[in-house]
């Protein structure tokens, strides 16, 4: 090798062979030839995958500027539509709320929170996380909104149930491995000789060895995937305790836990903007134009006329060729307006759910430091339900976790309460879990009712059952068109409020062009 010159490819290749591809990326950024940190504005790389053909000159009024408001906005916005949105709150997004230091948080009978998060921190108080075949990402690309992974599943966070912490990874690796004992141990004895051929039973056993991680005699004894109170490095390290009992496994109720991500829904990976989830409403927001938002207009009547219709607000009226109603059923069906009692039904018909979620502050990113955990999900059978770990600026000084998001009972559970008492509640309850550290070192809180938010009064809505009045609200009535998350069969997620604005700005596009 005397005389041979190490070019910067064959040093990378090197370092890439010894150390992986994590050591490659370092010794790129020290070269300078990877970037420190996401680039947080960028140009999409190709148009939206959705247009409307044709050129329309109709006047559209749009009520509510949430995300289902504001993608019917923009879409009609590219076909020529003149559009107005009427938005009750202080500010467009709805349920897409990110907080950050020096907003103020009210709520319905309840004191208004201050927010005092450092530089940099920030809340997603609503929407955190989006999947990678969901309509939220087309738009992401579209507007030009970067993204990172939202850590979904994390085997180093921890399950609590029944009073007892394990790693998420220990939980898992004990659930599987008993199963898997019992089904090779019914494959072994025969039990499934007249469903299986005998390389078919072969084939399966193999499977089941490595799915638990059994023993030859196809029992489960522990493995090393359960983790290490010591993990190996210059010795073997040392392996945690042996699981207990199949009894005691099942006992603890851990199977919610472990496969929370197992749906169409929550699968790895998942997403979300860098900078906070508030980035899709800023972007549509500038696409349509903020001198078409209208905000602190709440809307008092709708009418539907044989040539448009008139919609009021307090302190105002306006008329538009065709309406899009976005805003929550519940509140619809409170406004007065002349399209039946049909309607009115309809809307009355799906029923608002409690969510809640607190934001912790803290002034080291301890669960880094000490729990060595990275993003991610600890789930409980508390009534904190989750405890969040953020999933961004990782090592940073201070950082923010979501103390408890749950909904139902226990939403309004803690709706009830003080911000004070939810803080103490949530942080004695986070405590079973990490300790008193969870309650030592806490910068400030701030947390969401969101059943108390008002003009919205509802995390999201359930439908006793998808009925004719689900696919009534899905047409028009003379000509005002409904649009929002809970017309489809993605309620709760911004996909669906968006999916459901391309299908009404779709049918109201297709009649104008048919009329003119």
């Known amino acids: 090798m005397e005389g041979a010159v190490l070019t910067r490819r064959g040093l990378l290749v090197g370092i890439g062979a010894v150390g992986g591809a994590g050591a490659m990326y370092a010794a790129m950024g020290a070269l300078g030839l990877a970037p420190a940190e996401q680039d947080k504005t960028f140009d999409p790389p190709r148009p939206g995958d959705f247009s409307l053909r044709g050129r329309g000159a109709a006047t559209v009024v749009v ?147 490595r799915f638990g991680d059994l023993g030859p005699k196809h029992d489960y004894e522990g493995s090393p995937r359960r983790g290490f109170v010591k993990y190996p490095a210059l010795d073997t390290g040392t392996p945690i305790a042996l699981p ?25 990976p998942m997403f979300q903007p860098v900078g906070g989830m508030d980035a899709i409403v800023t972007r549509l927001a500038e696409a349509v134009g903020q001198d078409r938002i209208r905000t602190g207009a709440r809307v008092t009547g709708i009418t539907t006329l044989d040539d448009g219709v008139e919609v009021t607000w307090d302190g105002g009226r306006i008329k538009a060729d065709y309406c899009v109603a976005t805003l929550p059923p519940h509140l619809l069906a409170r406004i007065p307006h002349n399209l039946g009692t049909q309607i009115t039904a309809a809307l009355k018909t799906p029923v608002p759910a409690a969510t809640g979620k607190i934001g ?41 976790l979501v103390g408890y998001y749950n909904t139902a009972e226990h939403a309004e559970l803690y709706g009830a309460l003080t911000p004070e008492d939810r803080r103490h509640r949530a942080l004695t309850q986070g405590k079973k879990i990490h300790g008193e550290k969870y309650r030592t070192g806490l910068l400030s ?53 968006m999916e459901s604005a391309r299908s009404a700005v779709t049918q109201l596009h297709e009649r104008v062009m048919r009329s003119s």
Not at 131 to 154: K, Q, S
Not at 246 to 268: K, M, P, W, Y
Request: charged share 25%; proline share 3%; aromatic share 10%.
């Open 63 to 209: 009520l509510g500027a949430g995300v289902a408001g504001l993608t019917a906005a923009y879409e009609l916005g590219k076909a020529g539509y003149d559009c107005t949105l009427l938005e009750a709150r202080a500010k467009a997004g709805g349920r897409n709320l990110t907080l950050r230091g020096g907003d103020r948080l009210t709520e319905l009978n309840g004191p208004a929170q201050e927010v005092t998060f450092g530089e940099g921190v920030y809340f997603n108080a609503g929407p955190a996380r989006l999947a990678p075949w969901m309509l939220a990402m087309d738009y992401c690309r579209e507007l030009g909104i970067p993204i990172e992974t939202f850590v979904n599943n994390n085997a180093q966070a921890y399950v609590h149930t029944n009073g007892r912490t394990v790693r998420a990874r220990t939980a898992r690796a004990d659930m599987y491995g008993y199963v898997a004992e019992l089904l090779a141990k019914a494959t072994d004895v025969g039990a499934l000789d007249r469903k299986l051929t005998k390389d078919d039973q072969e084939r399966l056993l193999d499977f089941l060895r």
């Open 244 to 268: 207990g009992s199949l009894r005691e496994v099942l006992a603890a109720g851990t199977g919610r836990a472990i496969t929370n991500d197992f749906g169409h829904e929550q699968a790895t």
């Open 360 to 400: 912790l502050e803290y002034g080291t990113r301890w669960w880094e430091l000490e729990d060595r955990i990275y993003g991610g999900v600890t789930e409980t059978d508390l009534d904190i339900t989750h405890i969040w770990y953020p999933s961004h600026d990782y090592h940073a000084e201070r950082g923010l």
């Open 445 to 497: 809180s701030v947390s969401i009712a969101w059943d108390r938010q008002e003009h919205i009064q509802g995390g999201w809505v359930r439908w006793p059952a998808v009925d004719s009045s689900f696919t009534l609200l899905q047409r028009p009535s003379g000509r005002v068109y409904f649009a929002g998350d809970w017309l489809t069969h993605l309620i709760a997620w911004q996909a669906g409020s």
